[in-house]
Nanobody, 115 residues
């Protein structure tokens, strides 16, 4: 099983980034996919999630209206479009796959929002 995040980097406040998480080694289309983030000195927190069929999503209040999660089951990939980024969005972003008690995590990608 592998989850490989990409797309992180340094961006100015107000800018945008699109994170990708490429999955392999499991039946991606059946898993609930989510993005978490962890800032220095803080606990890891849920950012957004999307059900297996791709129709239902949920977001942390802090990112509603700015971030959009989506998935392409044909490409085994989940995305996080991040717009209007703020310095407080700075964190390592992790992709997670969940199916009942099974959970897989990616290695994370750093997002830094700074001028």
């Amino acid at each position: 099983v592998q989850l490989v995040e990409s797309g992180g980097g340094l961006v100015q406040p107000g800018g945008s980034l699109r994170l990708s998480c490429a999955a392999s080694g499991f039946t991606f289309s059946t898993y609930f996919m989510s993005w978490y983030r962890q800032a220095p000195g803080k606990e890891r927190e849920l950012v957004a999630g999307i059900i297996s069929a791709g129709g239902g999503t949920n977001y942390a209040d802090s990112v509603k209206g700015r971030f959009t999660i989506s998935r392409d089951n044909a490409k085994n990939t989940v995305y996080l479009q991040m717009n209007s980024l703020k310095p407080e969005d700075t964190a390592v972003y992790y992709c997670k796959a969940s199916w009942f008690r099974l959970q897989y995590w990616g290695q994370g990608t750093q997002v830094t929002v700074s001028s």
